[in-house]
T-cell receptor, first 112, second 110 residues
Framework: GQNIDQPTEMTATEGAIVQINCTYQ??????LFWYQQHAGEAPTFLSYNVLDGLEEKGRFSSFLSRSKGYSYLLLKELQMKDSASYLC?????????????FGTGTQLKVEL | KAGVTQTPRYLIKTRGQQVTLSCSPI?????VSWYQQTPGQGLQFLFEYFSETQRNKGNFPGRFSGRQFSNSRSEMNVSTLELGDSALYLC?????????FGSGTRLTVV
C-alpha cells in the first residue's frame, strides 16, 4: 500500500524560509506533487517532481529523492498569505490508471 | 479558459437518501478523478475516469459510484447516505498528468 508522512503543523516568521518534508512508501511511483490549500478552498498546484533533484518556481522550490522516498517543499520570503495547508501527493500508476495518494497535510502558520 | 466546475457547491441530505454530484472538467481534459476530503482522513481517492471508462477505484464501499459521459463530464453518486459521508467532495481534471481541482461540493448528511 501507500504511506505518506508529513508534519502536522509548522510555524514560521514572515520573511523567513521554511522547509516542509514529506516521506513516502509506494509502488508504481509516477511523480510527486505539492498543493496548497486554504481553508474552504480547492487545492492549488504548486510543484511537480518526477525525476530526482530540485525544481524551482519563484518563491517555491521542491526537491525529490526517489531512492530515499523523500521530498521537501521550500518556501522563501514567507508572506502572511502563505498560511495554509500544504499537501504532498504521490501519483501511482496502478490498476490500469493513475491515482493521487495524499498526505494528511502540513498546516503552516506564518506569524509577524 | 474555464476551470473545473463542480455543482452543487453545498448540499444537505438526510441519512438514507442518495445524492448525485457533477463535475465538468477543463475543456480538452479527458481524465476526471474524484476525492473525498474529511478532517480526520484528509484527501482520499475515490475513482478515476478516462474516456468514459473507470480506470482506477479507491477503497470505498459500493455505495459510491460514478460515471463519465462522452463530453468528459462526470458524475458521482452516493446511495444510502450515512453521517460519515459528510465531507468535501473534490474532482480533478487532468491532461498529461497535471491535476486541476474544482472548488468541491460540501455534502452534509443529517
Amino acid at each position: 500500500g501507500q504511506n505518506i508522512d508529513q508534519p502536522t503543523e509548522m510555524t514560521a516568521t514572515e520573511g523567513a524560509i521554511v522547509q516542509i518534508n514529506c516521506t513516502y512508501q509506494t509502488s508504481g511511483f509516477n511523480g510527486l506533487f505539492w498543493y496548497q490549500q486554504h481553508a474552504g478552498e480547492a487545492p492549488t498546484f504548486l510543484s511537480y517532481n518526477v525525476l530526482d533533484g530540485l525544481e524551482e518556481k519563484g518563491r517555491f522550490s521542491s526537491f525529490l529523492s526517489r531512492s530515499k522516498g523523500y521530498s521537501y517543499l521550500l518556501l522563501k520570503e514567507l508572506q502572511m498569505k502563505d498560511s495554509a495547508s500544504y499537501l504532498c501527493a504521490v501519483r501511482d500508476f496502478t490498476g490500469g490508471g493513475n491515482k493521487l495518494t495524499f498526505g494528511t497535510g502540513t498546516q503552516l502558520k506564518v506569524e509577524l | 479558459k474555464a476551470g473545473v466546475t463542480q455543482t452543487p457547491r453545498y448540499l444537505i441530505k438526510t441519512r438514507g437518501q442518495q445524492v448525485t454530484l457533477s463535475c465538468s472538467p477543463i475543456s480538452g481534459h479527458r481524465s476526471v478523478s474524484w476525492y473525498q476530503q474529511t478532517p480526520g482522513q484528509g484527501l482520499q481517492f475515490l475513482f478515476e475516469y478516462f474516456s468514459e471508462t473507470q480506470r482506477n477505484k479507491g477503497n470505498f464501499p459500493g455505495r459510491f459510484s460514478g460515471r463519465q459521459f462522452s463530453n468528459s463530464r462526470s458524475e458521482m453518486n452516493v446511495s444510502t447516505l450515512e453521517l460519515g459521508d459528510s465531507a468535501l467532495y473534490l474532482c480533478a481534471s487532468s491532461l498529461d498528468g497535471g491535476y486541476t481541482f474544482g472548488s468541491g461540493t460540501r455534502l452534509t448528511v443529517v
